[in-house]
């Protein structure tokens, strides 16, 4: 039996925890919070979006950063035994829209739940309130813990499962990075990943609140179309939220803005934004469904029927209450004109701004609105087949401390779950 030290009692953290010691191993989990699982417990709005129950070909597909180095984990850990590890240890489960996959009890905290009583009887000894201080090692394997109190901790085998630096109030600050470029590993440049975007325009602010449906979304930079998703998005004080546009934050935030390197993101991660390296164009199609030719046909028919009344007037169909005003003060047409007045070039640039509704995209919000980070723990310090360091013996990373970030939808907790198992399962496995 050896002695496996696991630092981070998060979604990666307990999932190593509880193959390490499914395989015999004394295992031990440092937790530097008063829990486990803190940021596991707001994911999915608190419903936790376990995985996706789409086919490995889809789920590679929807990694964006260095897919090809999990392909091991993933055939390794795939989200079908994902979801069958689940429904063993006690949680039902459910999928919904886009193959995302729940909790049938919708609460978040039955996940944990289920994985404290599984790693209770795994005998995993938890060790809360356990900040780490420092990762140790002879210079060629591990050898042991610092905690900030001065205490050490001697085992055989490490995995380093803290997580990124999105929602710090979590406990994700980063301390995975600092333990892997001490032991002389590369962390690359970091940036917050499925993030709010800001806006330039003046009428973000006038739609706050506002969530759509069934649009589709595109960012462009120039003619470029660099990202396009159909689905729902939310508009902000600032800018833009929502699944749409969080996935497109993951796809499109490198141009948006550019990532720092680990000294410098530690001092402006508290920050509420990002600088900007450059703005992008997100064009919103409102009326998805329709040709143009067809939403030109469906607002003449509408403005028959109200051909006697003003224009602002005319338009309560076609659009929510909070955006009618600003797509009247879009229109180019004055509001008081009457709906028979309207030329009909008049009509298809309404039509026009209707498929094609423009905002400037001017940077993306910080850490504390991110659900992920992108960048992390070079993955080519790494064996994908197993998580150990190619430069520590005995020392294994996990989860989101990893240059691994994915879409939303259940992707990036499959990466946690595979990349968990794979390092809890290689220890002296060899």
């Not at 590679?60 to 590890?85: D, H, M, R, W």
């Not at 990466?415 to 968990?420: K, L």
Request: positive net charge; proline residues 3%.
């Amino acid at each position: 039996m050896s002695k496996v030290l696991v630092t981070g009692g998060g979604a990666a953290g307990m999932m190593a925890a509880l193959t390490a010691a499914g395989n015999g191993h004394e295992v031990h989990v440092y937790e530097k919070n008063e829990k486990l699982g803190k940021k596991l417990f707001i994911t999915g709005k608190g419903r936790c979006n376990l995985t996706n129950a789409c086919d490995l070909d889809t789920l590679l597909a929807s990694v964006v950063s260095n897919p090809k180095f999990l392909y091991s984990a993933f055939y390794g850990f795939t989200n079908e035994q994902a979801i069958e590890f689940f429904e063993s240890i006690g949680l039902r489960t459910k999928t919904e829209r886009g193959n995302r996959v729940f909790p049938l009890s919708d609460h978040s905290s039955d996940v944990i739940r289920v994985l404290e009583k599984e790693m209770e009887r795994r005998n995993v000894r938890v060790h809360l309130h356990s900040e780490v201080k420092e990762v140790l090692t002879d210079g060629a394997a591990f050898s042991g813990l610092l905690f900030q109190n001065g205490k050490k901790e001697t085992g055989d085998a490490c995995i380093i499962a803290t997580g990124g630096l999105s929602y710090p109030s979590t406990g994700s600050t980063g301390d995975g990075y600092r333990f892997a470029e001490s032991s002389g590993h590369k962390v690359t440049e970091l940036a917050p990943s499925l993030v709010p975007m800001e806006v330039k325009e003046w009428y973000a602010k006038e739609l706050q609140g506002l969530s759509l449906r069934n649009v589709t979304a595109a960012v462009y930079d120039g003619k470029k179309k660099l990202y396009e998703e159909f689905g729902e998005m939310l508009f902000t004080h600032y800018g833009v939220s929502g699944p749409v546009i969080l996935s497109a934050s993951s796809v499109v935030g490198r141009k948006l803005g550019a990532g720092k390197a680990l000294g410098e993101m530690l001092e402006e991660k508290t920050a509420s934004r990002r600088p900007v390296k450059k703005e992008l164009i997100l064009k919103i199609d409102l009326k998805p469904a329709l040709t143009a030719e067809q939403l030109d046909q469906r607002v003449l028919r509408d403005f028959e029927e109200q051909k006697n009344k003003q224009f602002k007037n005319a338009v309560d169909k076609l659009f929510p209450a909070k955006l009618k005003p600003v797509m009247i003060e879009l229109g180019n047409i004055p509001p008081e004109k009457k709906v028979h007045e309207i030329s009909k070039e008049e009509r298809r640039r309404f039509v026009e701004l209707i498929k094609n509704f423009r905002m400037t995209l001017t940077g993306l919000r910080g850490f504390s609105e991110a659900i992920i980070t992108r960048g992390g723990v070079s993955v080519k310090d790494v064996d994908p087949g197993t998580m150990e360091s190619r430069h520590v013996k005995h020392l294994y990373f996990a989860g989101e401390v990893l240059d691994l970030d994915a879409l939303t939808g259940g992707f990036n907790l499959q990466i946690a779950w595979s990349t968990g198992y794979a390092a809890g399962n290689a220890i002296f496995s060899e």
